[in-house]
């Protein structure tokens, strides 16, 4: 999976702007009801126990040591009611994998990675929280369903470089702190626990083997949102 971070990080704190043209001519301040986010982060993956079935041949578990990464990300949402809302959210994050310990494969990896694209459906609720001369901050949590689609590593083995990669359902834990200004926009800080559970990833091109590899870990970002 070979998106640059920096190329994903600036569409991802683009992604409100680009719909201010049109969404001004719908803007409600008073009642707001529509948003859109865009959002840079850490990504923090724990190391997955991983197998790895050869052709032919017998597994063997290890795991991947992986290294700190990078998300981004954004949403469009609904306000159900005030403190009440429901987002679609798309999220990309890749880990730096360092080295394994899975028979198979080779130990030291070098320009290899853990990535992924996330698709969720979120449910937040927002609190009342406190005001300043510039902006309301809101707590929220929330919780979410969808799909780790696309979750990939691209592996050393024998010194040749191998992508794998699968889907599997996921799910999501939320929570954060937004500031909302007097205008439409708002910002804020959040953190979130992913878990996809244990994927099934096959060798493109095929015939080299599959990869089991369990996917959790948080992710801790700040974004930028528009209300209209």
């Given at each position: 999976m070979r998106q640059s971070p920096y190329l994903l990080?600036?569409?991802?704190?683009?992604?409100?702007?680009?719909?201010?043209?049109?969404?001004?001519?719908?803007?409600?301040?008073?009642?707001?009801?529509w948003y859109v986010t865009g959002s840079i982060g850490g990504s923090l993956i724990s190391?997955?126990?991983?197998?790895?079935?050869?052709?032919?041949?017998?597994?063997?578990?290890?795991?991947?040591?992986?290294?700190?990464g990078f998300m981004a990300g954004g949403s469009v949402g609904w306000?159900?009611?005030?403190?009440?809302?429901?987002?679609?959210?798309?999220n990309y994050r890749t880990n730096k994998?360092?080295?394994?310990?899975?028979p198979g494969l080779d130990a030291a990896q070098s320009d290899a990675d853990y990535a992924s694209v996330?698709?969720?459906?979120?449910?937040?609720?927002?609190?009342?929280?406190?005001?300043?001369s510039f902006a309301t901050f809101k707590p929220y949590v929330g919780a979410g369903l969808g799909i780790a689609q696309e979750v990939?590593?691209?592996?050393?083995?024998?010194?040749?470089?191998?992508?794998f990669s699968g889907n599997r359902a996921a799910w999501q834990l939320l929570a954060g702190v937004n500031w909302q200004y007097r205008?439409?926009?708002?910002?804020?800080?959040?953190?979130?626990?992913?878990?996809?559970?244990?994927l099934r990833l096959k060798?493109?091109?095929?015939?080299?083997?599959e990869i089991k590899a369990d996917y959790k870990g948080l992710g801790l970002d700040v974004r930028l949102g528009y209300r209209f």
């Open positions: 990080a600036t569409t991802a704190l683009l992604l409100a702007a680009t719909a201010l043209p049109s969404a001004a001519q719908h803007t409600t301040p008073s009642n707001p009801r190391d997955p126990r991983v197998a790895f079935t050869p052709p032919g041949g017998t597994a063997g578990s290890g795991k991947f040591k992986l290294g700190s306000y159900l009611r005030p403190d009440w809302r429901i987002e679609a959210d798309y994998l360092r080295s394994t310990t899975v996330l698709i969720m459906a979120n449910v937040l609720k927002d609190f009342d929280g406190w005001s300043s990939d590593t691209d592996l050393n083995i024998g010194g040749v470089q191998r992508e205008g439409p926009w708002f910002a804020g800080v959040g953190l979130r626990y992913v878990d996809a559970g244990t060798s493109s091109p095929s015939g080299l083997g």
